[in-house]
């Protein structure tokens, strides 16, 4: 009886450990599984990291590298973040940068001014965790503004060229006949002195305007340029020749800066009236003892051209209007110039800029492309 008892609990006992040992290798089973899944998803997990570090990277990568500064201005006007173009905007302009932008506080896009260059802003409101704020996106204008302005200003040439024509034309066609019926009177009143003396200033005033006329139409007409290459100082020679006795009748000092191997493209005759102009509204503009400059050099595949002058300057309100025709500071004069130049350096595929403090100095810089 006992033999049985102790048999049947051996029975009992291995099918236990049976049982055990089967739980134990479905455990193990279950264990290589989950540590088979655990592994995937650890892999998964890293992956999605490295590719979340990717894209952060990226994004700061492309934050940092866009032409626009980008910061992110907190409601306290604390900075949260910055990228590379802002932290050079603030090195050249400082607080006045950072001023300028938290007085707008609405979303949109705004302009404003700084120091001569002019910036546009686009601002979003942003909101994450428990900190509030702006951010900003910045990029400087001005060049485009320049571009717009010199649109504006060839428009403005354009129609008051076709406006300045027809007027010139009505008025040379009575002029011909008064300067005919003058020298015929002229002619027939050549014993009587005193008459003549009118009659002569009437055809010396003709002749004046006829001259304003004939610089009319030179602004109207189209510019035929005929580009080869010439030695810059020959035609700065030939026109400080040309004015040499002005210069010399207020002891005007000309410094010529020019290398004498340096060339341009340009056509010869008009680019002498470009330097006519520009060298005698320097005369005009230098007291007695004053100097006159004129320097180049090379930037890229441009000739740049400086005609400077110790003057009275241009204020800033005349600057804006100086290449419209008719608008001149002196009392004497058509206004027709400088709108002759910017005309001349137009069609010669160029540009004219000037700078003035409005009372010490006046410079006008040329910029033609080579070749």
């Not at 004939?214 to 007409?221: A, C, P, Q, Y």
Request: glycine share 6%; hydrophobic share 35%.
């Amino acid at each position: 009886m006992d033999g049985k008892i102790r048999k049947s609990e051996l029975e009992l006992l291995n099918e236990a450990f049976n049982i055990f040992n089967t739980a134990t290798e479905k455990l193990q089973e279950s264990y290589q599984k989950l540590k088979e899944e655990t592994e995937k998803l650890r892999k998964e997990v890293e992956e999605k990291n490295q590719k979340l570090e990717e894209t952060s990277s990226l994004l700061s990568s492309v934050l940092m590298s866009t032409n626009n500064a980008i910061v992110a201005i907190a409601d306290d006007n604390s900075i949260i973040l910055s990228n590379k173009k802002y932290k050079e905007y603030y090195e050249i302009y400082g607080d006045q940068f950072l001023s300028k932008l938290i007085e707008f506080k609405a979303e949109g896009s705004y302009e404003f001014d700084l120091k001569g260059a002019i910036f546009r802003v686009h601002i979003g409101k942003f909101e994450h965790s428990d900190v509030k704020g702006w951010t900003y996106s910045v990029e400087d204008i001005t060049h485009l503004k320049e571009l717009e302005e010199e649109h504006r200003r060839d428009e403005h040439l354009k129609s008051m060229g076709v406006m300045a024509a027809n007027i010139a034309h009505e008025i040379r066609n009575p002029l011909g006949s008064i300067e005919l019926f003058a020298s015929l009177l002229a002619r027939d009143l050549k014993n009587d002195n005193e008459k003549r003396v009118l009659i002569e200033s009437v055809l010396k005033g003709v002749k004046s305007i006829n001259s304003t006329i004939s610089n009319i139409l030179l602004f109207t007409k189209e510019v035929i340029v005929n580009k080869k290459e010439y030695y810059l100082s020959d035609i700065v020679d030939d026109v400080v020749l040309y004015l040499r006795h002005l210069m010399n009748d207020k002891k005007i000092k000309f410094v010529n800066k020019i290398d004498e191997n340096f060339t341009i493209y340009c056509d010869n005759e008009l680019m002498k009236q470009v330097f006519m102009n520009l060298i005698h509204n320097s005369i005009d503009a230098v007291n007695t003892g004053g100097i006159i400059s004129v320097s180049c050099y090379q930037e890229g595949d441009f000739d740049i051209i400086i005609v400077e002058d110790n003057g009275c300057g241009i204020n800033e309100d005349f600057m804006k209007k100086i290449f419209i025709p008719f608008h001149t500071s002196k009392t004497k004069g058509t206004g027709l110039g400088l709108s002759i130049v910017y005309k001349i350096i137009k069609a010669h595929s160029g540009n004219i800029y000037v700078e003035s403090d409005g009372k010490s100095y006046t410079k006008f810089i040329i910029k033609l492309k080579r070749g």
